[in-house]
């Protein structure tokens, strides 16, 4: 063998130990990390289970109502009845000005008061209108019959026939002539007392030939006189006038025959509730039942419009108001359970349960959110408005479902998975999970069963080894 030939077989048998030297410490050194993370492995016997999942986020204390309460007027305090932490009860005067320091027109309101007040209470308990509507309807009807009456060549013709002015003399002198021998018939019974039947026939008889002579006589003087055009007009205008007032009172006493007219009570109280709203200006008066939790001003201050005199705060019912992102909002609904806890208070855990759910989101630093309100169930003195709140809401309670650790949970290329012990040799199992607590979470897909041996917390270096990825 040629000298050239030996050593290059000698060379290549040197790389050749080296290259198995190298592998050999690759595989000693894998083996030993393997072991290493295996001495350090913690794992968990799977087993099923109950799980609370929760929503968490903070938020501010607030009272279920809150008024904060001002001046409207100018003037000087004069009386302040109620101070910070008294209870007031709704439309309690919480302090007044004093009335000569009032403009004019504060001060003048009280009168009007009187006025607008009398006449409202005229209107709901008196019948006055109402007869003197009746009356001024009846007094229109006699007025425009008396102008009809009076006014007869109103509408007379211009010429009268002979025959109808014939027939109106006859007419006449036919009356008289009844009216005579009513007259004998009656004078035979003369000396006869009134209640006599046959007396008072006679004088009915004489009255109604009276009657029927004057309206014939009526008659006659209507064809005989003939009127000119300004009679005519006057008759017409006066009839016109009459006819105009009695649909007026027509009008009034419909309005009013049932009663005060609906419209006019209507204006009435508006009247007496802008009087009194005048006068309210030179007070203060709670809106509602509560507590006052601030309080400005001393008697004998000068105010203005504006200036802040009292906050009212109703603490019979307490509320947190907490932003859920758009994520876990389709979790929540109307009552469901929820447990708080206040900065503020230590030691203390009270119990809540959502009130209203917003169905519209806001746009906060580019992040949808959905307002939630939660009642303070157990609220007591030390939970105050404005508060902060830590609020942990139960969206879901579930009883006897597979249960994992979260933190055992890993992500590899968008996929949930954790790693059991299989005969010995860790495995990657893919996973779905549905509720979630802060600490587990509900296994509803995988190749996972109770009594699986669960690796809790699988190394950088094993779960390279395996090809696992970064934490859940």
Known sequence: MKKSTKSKIITWSVIGVVLLGIIAVVVVNNINARKAAEATMQTQVLEKGDLTAIVGATGTVRANQSATLIWQTNGRIESINALIGDKVQSDEELASLAQSSLSQSIILAQSDLVTAQRNLDNLLNSDTARAQAQLNLAKALEDYDKVRWNAVYADKPRETSQNVLDSAKAAVVIAQDRVDKAQKEYDKYSESPDSDLFKANALNNLASAKKALAEAQLSLNYYNNTPDSQEVSISEGEIAVAKAKLDDAQREWDRLKDGADPADIEAAKARVAAIEATLNLAKISSPFAGIVTDASGMVGDIVSPNSFAFRVDDLSQMFVDVEIPEVDINRVKVGQEVTMTFDAINAAEYQGKVAEVARIGAVSAGAVNFKVTIEVLNPDDQVMPG?????NIVVSDLKDVLTIPNRAVRLVEGQRVVYILKNGVA?????????????????????????????????????SMMGGGRPF
């Open 387 to 391: 508060m902060t709140a830590a609020v």
């Open 427 to 463: 495995t990657k199992v893919e996973i779905e999970i549905g509720s979630s607590s802060d600490t587990l979470s509900e296994v509803i897909s995988g190749d996972l069963k109770a009594g699986d041996v669960l690796i809790l917390n699988p190394s950088i270096d094993f779960t």
